[in-house]
């Protein structure tokens, strides 16, 4: 919403197909970008940049990132990323590359908020005692047409406490020792049978859940949902072992009341479960007949 002037926009791609795409894209939308060509973890194209809002969909599980090379590189902060896996790397690589009001808001494979294979758990649990981690939203499966693997969203900011990010930004309230957490899998509608997307009510629902939280006027009063959104403290947290899926902390969703008393609920379930016991009991005494005649019945 504001001009195109006002921003710098920097990137980097090594697959040379994707990186004519991305110049071309932002070519005819009339936005000067400077999207550099090579491997993000060997050959870092912007070293000393440093950005206010970074976006990122880097690929998921890559084991193949040549990580071995790379063990002692200043960017791991919060540990030394495994050979095997180049999900923290990612995640370090865009911490190293924010400003010092930054944000940043990217997509990783769900396994990056649970596992501990290789000390991957140990970097997530330095990122969070670090205070870096704003936001965490799990999303639905089969929205990517690319992959099958299941998704999520991770927010980092440098700064939680209350400062602005960007200039002409209003102020956001105190975050720190606080995550919110937002289980979307249940949200968007099937397109056809493989592939989901999310609404444009669904993102909305998302975003706004997020900018309230964060304290923006404009967004209305945060509020805990039952079943997608949970506030939690960094002490609940570590009883979980600093894992960060969602659905660890957001419980489970309030049941709508029907209307039916309870008495006559009972008694329709019992009469219910009567008729499931009575059926069940004639199917066994069928199997058992069959098994007679076919000489196993002993």
């Given at each position: 919403g504001k001009a195109k002037a006002d921003i710098s926009i920097y990137g980097q791609e090594s697959n040379y197909t994707t990186w004519r795409l991305a110049k071309m894209n932002l070519a005819i939308r009339g936005i000067d970008g400077q999207i550099a060509h090579g491997d993000t973890f060997h050959n870092d194209r912007f070293p000393d940049l440093k950005a206010d809002f970074i976006l990122a969909n880097p690929p998921f599980n890559v084991s193949d990132w040549g990580g071995e090379r790379l063990r002692n590189d200043a960017r791991w902060k919060y540990g030394v990323p495994p050979t095997g896996n180049a999900n923290f790397a990612w995640v370090q690589h865009i911490v190293h590359h924010l400003a010092p009001a930054g944000v940043a808001g990217f997509v990783l494979a769900n396994g990056s908020m649970s596992s501990n294979q290789s000390g991957e758990g140990e970097i997530r649990r330095n990122l969070i005692e670090a205070d870096l981690v704003d936001c965490m939203v799990a999303l639905p499966g089969q929205l990517f047409y690319s992959t099958q693997i299941p998704a999520c969203l991770w927010f980092l900011a440098r700064d939680r406490r209350n400062g602005t990010r960007a200039a002409g930004e209003s102020r956001f309230r105190d975050r720190r020792g606080h995550i919110l957490f937002i289980d979307a899998r249940k949200l968007g509608r099937m397109v056809d049978r493989t592939h989901r997307e999310l609404t444009d009510e669904d993102i909305a629902r998302i975003a706004n859940t997020y900018h309230a939280w964060r304290g923006e006027k404009e967004a209305g009063e945060y509020k805990d949902v039952p079943g997608f959104c949970k506030s939690a403290t960094l002490e609940e947290?570590?009883?979980?072992?600093?894992?960060?899926?969602?659905?660890?902390?957001?419980?489970?969703?309030?049941?709508?009341?029907?209307?039916?008393?309870?008495?006559?609920?009972?008694?329709?379930?019992?009469?219910?479960?009567?008729?499931?016991?009575?059926?069940?009991?004639?199917?066994?005494?069928?199997?058992?007949?069959?098994?007679e005649e076919l000489g196993y019945g002993g």
């Open positions: 947290i570590r009883k979980h072992g600093h894992v960060l899926t969602p659905g660890r902390y957001v419980g489970a969703a309030a049941q709508e009341d029907d209307g039916e008393p309870f008495e006559e609920k009972m008694k329709r379930l019992v009469a219910t479960l009567r008729e499931h016991q009575a059926e069940a009991a004639k199917l066994d005494a069928a199997i058992a007949a069959n098994l």
